[in-house]
């Protein structure tokens, strides 16, 4: 059987045996229509009880180490879920804050001031691409831009997004809008600063079309934040020298017996992200061959991810689970 054939529960019960065999795991969450489901504008998407009292549950758990990858600003991330112990990255990967509330940024600080402008230039496109029409939200994400138009009327925001797009791609020197095609493998690449300046996209989500600079994404941010995660002494652009348990040649990343790829010097590592949007993709993609790939979603699509979950409430499920695991297991999870 496939993963993205097996029931929910089974994939549960697959993730949990995988977890159990490696030292430490680290479980990495996207939060909108992951963790939270959409709601018709971002302030109203809030954690509920029951989800805060999950994830602190987790995040006290020997063993294991959380982070909410999202593309939401760091601030807003903040705002919304205060636990300590938890890692918060935010703005796709242009920031990450501590648990100890330091933040690292993944961005070139000579870069920022041109990205800002550039945003602001954008934001204004946005604002007059959408004059006297209502229903879009604009979120300023300080490295990045999004207009949400779940509210919108289909037909104005089939026309604002189109007159957006032109503009926005003749101001940003020609980026191409994503049209849902996932990520290839490719070397990791940082944000350009050369001497024609920062290079821009245009990427599709779930009723919302966001610009951001190019190499700041999920992919990136999730291998930075294994290495903070394994020594959050370090600085971003060092290496940890994480041992990560291997799963590559088998494409429902199923480990093989023991430990493959572990040290004896060093703890075992799995990374495991859990997303559900186009943005997800890149993270999905970093884990290919050393980690586990999660999607949330209620039908099967193409994706880099080795499980499905059909639902939040399977989410759940799954956080629960691997609090049970790492809690009453003698064997791995030896934080």
Known sequence: MRS??????????????????????????????????FAPTPAEARPDAQLLSLLK???????????????????????????PGLYLVGGHGSEIIMPDGKTRSLIDKTHIPHI????QEVKELAVTAASGKEGFIFEDKGSSFAIHYRLAD????????????????????????????????????????RAHGVAFELLKGKKL??????????GEAVRKLIELMGDPGIDPGETAG???????????????????????????????????????????????????????????????AHYRLRSLDSVRELIGALASVAAGSTAGFLG
């Open 154 to 193: 289909p037909g104005h925001a089939r026309e604002v997004i189109r007159d957006f797009t032109e503009k926005a791609e003749k101001l940003l020197a020609g980026p191409h809008p994503v049209k849902g095609d996932l990520p290839q493998a490719r070397e990791p690449h940082q944000v350009d600063g």
């Open 57 to 83: 549950r987790l995040i006290d758990t020997p063993g294991i180490r959380v982070a909410i990858v999202s593309g939401r600003s760091p601030e807003d991330l903040r705002g919304l879920i205060s636990i």
């Open 242 to 304: 994480v041992d990560l348990i291997e799963i590559a040649g088998n494409d429902t990343g199923r480990l093989p017996h023991g430990r493959a790829g572990a040290s004896k010097a060093r703890p075992s590592r799995l990374p495991i992200y859990v997303g559900d949007d186009t943005t997800d993709e890149d993270a999905f993609l970093a884990l290919k061959s050393n980690g586990i790939g999660v999607l949330v979603s209620e039908d099967a699509r193409p994706t880099n």
């Open 116 to 119: 800002r402008r550039k945003i």
């Open 209 to 218: 079309l966001e610009v951001r600079p190019v190499g700041v994404n999920k």
């Open 4 to 37: 993205s054939e097996l029931l929910d529960i089974e994939v549960i019960q697959d993730i949990c045996k995988k977890a159990n065999q490696a030292d430490i795991v680290f479980l990495l969450l996207d939060y909108d229509g992951t963790l939270v489901p």
